[in-house]
């Protein structure tokens, strides 16, 4: 099966820095990578995803980029606001199932 | 245009107890997925329905749990003999239709307590 991997675990920035965070994937049949935010008693909130005939995809401050080959993927936050703040979940799918990465737990300083 | 729905919110249950969790999908969503979240862990994929037929369970322990999702009324999700470590929270997600990728939204999810 799919095995999703995320790092880091934890990410503290200043407010207006950016935030990057990383996954890898083991299946190369996967060819969808949504992110999800999730606050705290929330449920996951689709906020970016990218399609692997798509090596980069961007809206507003957030961007997705897909490097197939190496199998891994990125989100990328930049002028980061306080309200950015959460638990962000990577995951990759290639039919019925999604394999979630254990999470980032960002918090952005003000 | 309601979002994906689940209810109760909150579920306490004493050991051997059962458990029921609903899950309404977005209008016009006929495929449902059950996830299971520890705390401080990703979400692991428990069952994926359509309209009357159970899907995928790969994801979903052999005893104890089983999920529903008639042709009127919500997805279900029952624990039986509910032990300490179902204590988790359980979310629900719908897509509209299948294809190779497909957006999933998830509801607020249920959190179980098993005293």
């Known amino acids: 099966g799919e095995n999703v991997e995320q790092h880091p675990s934890t990410l503290s920035v200043q407010e207006g820095d950016s935030a990057v965070i990383k996954c890898t994937y083991s299946?190369?049949?996967?060819?969808?990578f949504p992110w999800y935010k999730q606050e705290l008693g929330k449920g996951p909130q689709l906020i970016i995803d990218?399609?692997?005939?798509?090596g980069e995809k961007k809206d507003q401050r957030i961007a997705v980029t897909l490097n197939k080959t190496a199998k891994h993927f990125s989100l990328h936050i930049t002028e980061t606001q306080p309200e950015d703040s959460a638990v962000y979940f990577c995951?990759?799918?290639?039919?019925?199932?999604?394999?979630f990465g254990t999470g980032t737990s960002l918090t952005v300083i003000p | 245009n309601a979002g994906v729905m689940q209810n109760p919110r909150h579920l306490v249950r004493r050991r051997g107890q059962e458990a029921r969790l609903r899950c309404s999908p977005m209008?016009?969503?006929?495929?449902v997925y059950w996830y299971r979240q520890l705390p401080e862990e990703g979400l692991k994929f428990m069952v994926y329905?359509?309209?009357?037929?159970?899907?995928?369970e790969s994801g979903m322990p052999k005893e104890r749990f089983s999920a529903e999702f008639p042709k009127e009324g919500p997805s279900i999700l029952r624990i039986q003999q509910v032990v300490r470590g179902d204590s988790a929270a359980y979310f629900c997600?719908?897509?509209?239709?299948?294809?190779?990728?497909?957006?999933?939204?998830f509801g607020p999810g249920t959190r179980l307590t098993v005293l």
């Open positions: 997600a719908s897509s509209p239709k299948v294809r190779a990728s497909n957006e999933q939204f």
């Open positions: 209008k016009g969503h006929s495929h």
């Open positions: 329905l359509q309209k009357e037929n159970i899907i995928d």
């Open positions: 990218i399609r692997s005939n798509v």
């Open positions: 995951a990759a799918s290639g039919g019925n199932q999604f394999y």
């Open positions: 299946d190369s049949a996967s060819n969808y």
